[in-house]
């Protein structure tokens, strides 16, 4: 993943990256209607309350908690808001507590959109791509897994040959025609 900028917003001083001045250069004053544009709501109604970091399951575990990403935002900082959104689970919880009405979980989602045309992929997210257009799953077939499920009387997850041979065409025909495969870089994994 491509190195990301921080830079102190609020929260813990000494969880954050050192101080950085802040410039007209760094701002991007689209970034609100580009956010809009990929499905999240307008952060400028933001009214700054933290509900979303207080329910947030994740945001112990990561510098920018969800207000200040939001902040971030607001600001038109686009690029100190490029890595962490990547850990939010999407649960959700903070649009519950939001009285804003705003959906942070769908500004995560945006921005995660914004990132990847940006050329910002995490391992992860190729790692995973590659395994579904291969296999049928984000996650790599496990033979150990197999080996329990016959213990237990099951079939082996890819029993029938045939039909994930059908699944995992289907899934690369998507993939082409979409382009994800292209946005991402998984295009020599495709083999249609
Ligand atoms: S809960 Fe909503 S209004 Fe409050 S800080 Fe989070 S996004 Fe902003
Ligand atoms: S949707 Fe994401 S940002 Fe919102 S509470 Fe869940 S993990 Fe946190």
């Known amino acids: 993943m491509a190195e990301v900028e921080k830079v102190f917003i609020s929260g813990l001083h000494e969880e954050l990256a050192e101080d950085r001045v802040i410039n007209e250069k760094d701002l991007d004053p689209e970034f ?8 999240g709501k ?17 945001s112990l575990k990561i510098d920018y908690k969800t207000r200040n990403i939001i902040k971030c935002c607001q600001f038109g900082l686009k690029k100190y808001t490029l890595g962490t959104r990547w850990v939010c689970a999407t649960c959700y919880r903070c649009y519950e507590h939001c009285p804003a ?5 769908e500004v995560m989602i945006a921005l995660r959109h914004i990132a990847v045309r940006e050329g910002i992929v995490p391992p992860f997210v190729k790692i995973a791509a590659t395994n579904l257009v291969k296999y049928g799953q984000s996650v790599k077939p496990d033979p150990e897994i197999d080996k329990i499920r016959v213990e237990l009387g099951l079939k082996p997850v890819h029993a029938d040959q045939e039909r994930l041979t059908a699944v995992v065409r289907e899934i690369q025909t998507l993939v082409h025609a979409t382009k994800y495969d292209k946005l991402i870089g998984i295009q020599e994994e495709v083999k249609l």
Do not use: H, S
């Open 101 to 105: 009405d705003l959906n942070p979980a």
């Open 42 to 58: 307008n952060v400028m109604t933001c009214l700054q309350c933290g509900n979303c970091t207080g329910v947030c399951p994740i």
């Open 32 to 39: 609100a209607k580009e956010i809009r544009k990929y499905g």
